[in-house]
Every structure is written in C-alpha cells, then in structure tokens.
C-alpha cells in the first residue's frame, strides 16, 4: 500500500496531516509512506526526518503524479477540484474536509469513484476518541485564543499587589464549554483571570466549576439541548433572542470575551449582536471561534472571519481562521496521531481493509463507489445544485 502526504497549499495553513513519528509507525506496518519535499516545513519537520522515518521524498515538481499512484492520500483541508482529478478511482482520501461547505469537492470525489472518509464525522463513541480530531485541534484551538485574547487586552490578567497599588484581575467570559471551552476556561485560570462560562447543556456546570470558574445560570426555558453525538443542539429563534437579551450583562462585564457555541454542520449561533458591541469598554475583546467564512460572522455579529480589528468604540474583534494552525507543531502531532488511530481502522497487514458496516467507518465516509453515502452531505450537495440550476 502507498500512502502519500502532499504539502498544504492553503492560505495560513502550516500544519502537516503526518509527523515523521507517525511515518516511522507506518513504514514499520509495511506501508510505503510517500512525502512532498518540504510538506512539514512550516511544521518545523525537516525532510531529513522523514526520510530517517523510511519514508520517500518526492519533490514537488513530481507531487502531481503522487495523487494518481497512491492508495492513501492523508489531508488536513480538503484537496482542489484538479488534484482529485488526479486520483485513482478507488483510491482512499482521508482528512478534514469539511464536506458540508465544500460541496463542489464532494461533486468531485464522487465523480472520481473515489472513497473519501472525513474525520468530523467521527462519532462521538468511546473507541473513535483517539481519532477525534476535532476535539484535538479544538483543544489547541481554545488555549491559542485565551493568549490572543490577553494579547490584545488593554488589562493584565492576575491580581498583582504592588507598591504602585493593586491591579484587579481581569474578567473572561467563555460563551460554549466543549472541548475549546473547557481549555479556554483553564487556560484563563492558569493566566490569573476571573473567569465565568456559559452553555445551553446545563450538565457542563460540574466540568466548568471543576476548572475554578463561576457557571452562568440563565433562567431560559428547559430544553434537550444536546445531542446523541454529545454536540449542542441548534436553539430556536426564541431561544436565541432570550438567551442573548440575558447574556448581556455578562457581556459587558467581561475584558476578555472568548466565544466557541457552534452547531456542527449549521451556521453558528448569534449570540452577541453590534447593539451589545457598541456598549463594551474600549479596551475589551472578543475572540471568536465560532467565526465562519461562509456565514460571515462567527457568535459575534460584528466578526470579520480572518480578520482582527478594533471597532470605533476601541474594542477589539478577533476573527482570526485555523486557529490551530498558528501552534502547527503540536496541532499536527495531534492531528497525526488521530490520524495513525484511524488509519489502522481501514487497513489490515499494510493493505486497505475496508468494513462499511463498522461504525466508524460507516459514519466518517462521505462518498463511496462513485456515491455520495453520507445522506446529510448528500442533502446539502443536492440543494447546492437545485440552487444553481
């Protein structure tokens, strides 16, 4: 089996799908492991380390021909339409392809009769957790934001008693307590900060007091608000108005506003408007995770996803995309990890081995057999068309 590893060509993308240590594990499994010259560069994974891993370089001007000869190809974001071009019908794609906003891209796997598993789609079960992507780069996510957040923050973030007087702690508040919740809330704490969270599940109250943070009870109405999989379920409109009217307060209380809710597959939540905006202290800011190229916004209504900028007021919004990519080192150590755990999933004595009636397998595989397999992607693709036509 041969297994390739292409050098991400996306703007601000540094990490690598695969680390040398993983590519010595491969290599070891009798699998041959195939790198782009300089694919970890930004990574800070030399080349000379994955060729003592076993693995062959490639050089770039080579790198086209690796799509249509290997079995595997490994990604972080999701290839260009003239790369899947490229592949072998019955080749294997494996990374984060966010195929709910990539529609065009799925169109074209299926096309290629090529088999494409995306890793968010991962369910949330306890034997796929060391495949969890999303939760591993979400966990670097949530503690790079925090420090962006300080950084930009017109205020210190512990206590300090000093002979110039004493400096009050500043307050963060954390919108949404998953996996980049919880970390931003530890995070905060271990910078010193007064710290408040807030989330629709009402069961995350123990975990966020566990990490030394005040739970913001809202007096909304009761809902079941997660689901199976664990994630928080979309609110309604009346929900939402309710809740940011409540909200408020602690909004403007905060230096630091950390804001993560997201609905997996929708766009995210609205949870602070410009009104609100407009009334922070100058000086404040907003990190917002949720921020979302498609939706234009992220939780904050004023976001510019990509972007960091101060309002006129003096408050600062960062919509800043990929956090993860901005701690490449260990975002792709992580990321190649899951991506071993899965790995040994599809294969079988260094061969694709594929069991579509496997959970795992069954619910990560987005087209299959010049099929589109996934009926949530398949919907979202058919209504891209319907719209174009």
């Not at 300089?38 to 080349?47: E, I, T």
Request: charged residues 20%; aromatic residues 4%.
């Amino acid at each position: 089996m041969k297994l390739a590893v292409i050098r991400q060509t996306q703007p601000h993308e540094r990490r690598v799908p695969l680390t040398p240590e993983v590519a010595k594990k491969l290599v070891g499994q009798g699998i041959a492991v195939e790198v782009e010259c300089g694919a970890g560069a930004l990574a800070h994974q030399n080349d000379e380390a994955y060729e003592q891993a076993g693995a062959q370089l490639i050089e770039s001007a080579q790198a086209t021909a690796m799509w249509g000869q290997a079995d595997v190809v490994v990604t972080i974001e999701p290839p260009a339409s003239q790369q899947i071009a490229q592949m072998r019908p019955g080749s294997v794609l494996v990374g984060m392809l966010a195929p709910m906003a990539h529609v065009q891209t799925v169109a074209d796997l299926a096309r290629q009769r090529v088999t494409a598993f995306s890793m968010e789609f991962l369910p949330r079960i306890s034997r796929a957790q060391s495949m969890d992507v999303l939760s591993s780069q979400a966990n670097i996510a949530g503690y790079k934001a925090v420090l962006r957040g300080a950084d930009a923050c017109a205020k210190i973030f512990p206590m300090m008693m000093t002979a110039a007087g004493t400096i009050a702690p500043s307050r963060v508040l954390v919108i949404g307590a998953g996996v980049a919740g919880l970390q931003a809330i530890a995070t905060a704490r271990r910078l010193g900060a007064v710290v408040e969270a807030y989330d629709i599940r009402p069961e995350v109250e123990e975990q966020i007091r566990s990490l030394g943070a005040r739970f913001v009870k809202l007096p909304t109405a009761q809902q079941d608000s997660t689901t199976e999989g664990g994630y928080a379920k979309q609110q309604s409109q009346e929900q939402r108005d309710q809740q940011v009217a409540l909200m408020t307060k602690h909004v403007l209380a905060a230096d630091v506003v950390i804001a993560t809710a997201a609905v997996f597959g929708k766009a995210p939540p609205l949870l602070i408007p410009a009104s609100v905006v407009a009334e922070m202290n100058a000086g404040a800011v907003i990190v917002d995770l949720a921020a979302d190229a498609d939706a234009g916004r992220g939780n904050c209504e004023l976001t510019k996803p990509g972007e960091r900028y101060a309002t006129e007021q003096g408050v600062v919004i960062d919509g800043t995309l990929n956090l993860p990519s901005l701690v490449p080192v260990h975002a792709s150590q992580s990321f190649a990890n899951n991506l071993f755990k899965f790995l040994q999933e599809i294969t079988e004595d260094g061969q694709i081995k594929l069991n579509l009636e496997d959970e795992i397998q069954n619910q990560s595989l987005i087209t299959h057999d010049g099929q589109i397999v996934n009926q949530m992607v398949k919907q979202a693709v058919e209504s891209s068309e319907r719209l174009e036509r």
